[in-house]
Every structure is written in structure tokens, then in C-alpha cells.
């Protein structure tokens, strides 16, 4: 089964990923921009998050057909749209073709933790961003669900819909 976990900065992704991955003894497959970014000192422009889209691309790739996936091409089409008012044809082609079994899209509902790779701090700007996902998600026609509350509460909430709906 391949999952993505997706949603604004700051809501819970990475420890999401790391649980689901080690309950559902799946390989994570990381964020790329993450390291990609970090090696920039922060400095990015669009040309960039299409380099990014083809390093998870290939994370995605050598992962095969069962994984969590720390993140998503959607994240990438909102990162260029919200931070740098452009979009790209490359990374919209990669959201049509490499469709996950599942995104899980996470709240904005957990305290922010700064981060010296993340923009958006304001409560607004989270919520508007959690808006976006859902329009996206939506938009693109892909398979999702919302998960809030604690990782452990998030964890449940997988868990059950993977029981329910991927027997």
C-alpha cells in the first residue's frame, strides 16, 4: 500500500510518517526538500522545487509498491502557489500520474514548532494552507482522509480507516 502523508508545516508529517511506518511495517520514504533546502541555507526559488519533485520522485520510486511517504507532490504545488505565486507543469503531471493508495492529511490543530526550514507561523496562514490541501486534494481526484488530535489519536484514525476500507 503506498500512503502519503501531506498537510501545512508544523502538523505532525514526519512523526505521523515515522509511526505509521513502524505499526505498518512499511519503509518510509523521507522528505527530500527537507535535506535539499537544508543544503540551500533556505534559500530557493521555483526552479528548485521541481529539482526537489524529481528527488522524491526517485525516493518514491526505489521505494516499490509499499511504503509511507513523508510527503507529496500536492505539498510542492502549494509550496510554489502559496510561497512564490507560480505553479509548475511538471509537478501537476507528477500529482495526475503517481496516485498514492491514500493521503492522509493532517490538521493544523497541534502547537507550531519552529523550524529554521518553515514559513508560515500564523494560525491563519496554517489554516488557510489546511484549506488548500483539502481544494487540492479534491481538485486532483485523490483518495484522502483528515486526521486530528494527538500522533497517537492520528495513528488510530489510519489504522481504522485502512481496516475499514483496505481489507
Known amino acids: 500500500m503506498k500512503i502519503a502523508v501531506t498537510g501545512p508545516e508544523s502538523s505532525g508529517k514526519s512523526t505521523l ?23 540551500l541555507n533556505g ?23 509499499d511504503f509511507i511517504s513523508d510527503t507529496d507532490f500536492v505539498v510542492l504545488n502549494i509550496w510554489l502557489d502559496f510561497s512564490l ?5 511538471y509537478i ?5 500520474e503517481h496516485h498514492f493508495d491514500l493521503h492522509v492529511l493532517c490538521s493544523p490543530d497541534i502547537p507550531w514548532e519552529d523550524d529554521p ?8 496562514d496554517r489554516e488557510r494552507l ?16 483528515v486526521v486530528s488530535g494527538s500522533v497517537e489519536q492520528r495513528a488510530v484514525q489510519v489504522l481504522r480507516h485502512l481496516e475499514t476500507h483496505f481489507k
Not at 17 to 39: C, D, G, I, Q
Open 43 to 65: 534559500e530557493y526559488n521555483a526552479n528548485d522545487i521541481d529539482l526537489i519533485a524529481k528527488g522524491q520522485l526517485n525516493a518514491i520510486r526505489e521505494a516499490g509498491n
Open 130 to 145: 489546511f484549506e488548500l490541501y483539502e481544494e487540492r486534494l479534491n481538485q486532483f481526484g485523490k483518495s484522502y482522509i
Open 17 to 39: 510518517s515515522l509511526v505509521l511506518s513502524e505499526r505498518l511495517k512499511s519503509p518510509l520514504v523521507p522528505e527530500f526538500a527537507r535535506v535539499y533546502v537544508h543544503n
Open 117 to 124: 526550514l518553515r514559513e508560515h507561523p500564523n494560525p491563519a
Open 92 to 96: 501537476d503531471q507528477l500529482i495526475n
Open 85 to 89: 505565486g507560480t505553479q509548475s507543469c
